[in-house]
């Protein structure tokens, strides 16, 4: 597996949401720049990992690039701050996507649960024991991390 780390554009997340939604274009960037390497990057194997923020942000940027083949996200909000990602997900379409969050966040486990509902397409559930949220659920359960590259190796071959 290739793998590429983004890190977002601002150092604090701006108050208006128009602006954060925004910050979708460095991860569509991201996108872009794997692609552009075949060499590296098998094409049509494009995946995409998100927690928290990036979750959502993740999601929007997939749901207007069908180059994004699988998608995985750690604690995602159906509206974070303005970022609200119920009709991109529905726009990401039958496209596989795994959700993951820990029961102890009540906002994240709901908003798993939600948007698993009438999904088209394959979507699966990996709940946490462990009470965190976002990256710091993934350096904390291993177990999440496992069922990511799992995930990955499942969905995209």
């Known amino acids: 597996i290739s793998a590429l780390a983004i890190d977002l554009p601002g150092t604090s997340v701006p108050a208006d949401p128009a602006e954060l939604v925004r910050w979708h274009e460095d991860v569509s960037a991201a996108v872009a720049y794997l692609v552009s390497r075949p060499a590296d990057v ?3 194997a494009v995946g995409m990992l998100g927690a928290s923020l990036g979750a959502n942000l993740a999601v929007v940027a997939a749901a207007a ?3 994004v083949r699988s998608i995985a996200l750690v604690s995602p909000s159906v509206d974070y701050r303005g970022v609200r ?5 529905r726009e990401y379409g039958a496209r596989p996507a795994l ?3 820990s029961l102890h ?4 486990a709901r908003s798993v649960k939600e948007l698993t509902l009438d999904a088209p397409g394959v979507r699966q ?3 946490s024991e462990t009470a965190a949220h976002g990256t710091v659920l ?3 359960d291993p177990d999440l991390v496992r069922s990511v590259v799992e995930w990955f190796q499942l969905t995209l071959g």
């Not at 990602?85 to 997900?89: P, Q, R």
């Not at 966040?105 to 994240?108: L, R």
Request: hydrophobic content about 45%; cysteine-free; aromatic content about 8%.
């Open 105 to 108: 966040d009540p906002y994240a």
């Open 125 to 127: 559930i990996r709940w």
């Open 99 to 101: 959700l993951m969050a």
């Open 42 to 44: 098998r094409p049509g």
């Open 85 to 89: 990602i119920e009709a991109a997900l």
């Open 65 to 67: 690039d069908p180059r």
């Open 138 to 140: 993934l350096s904390r």
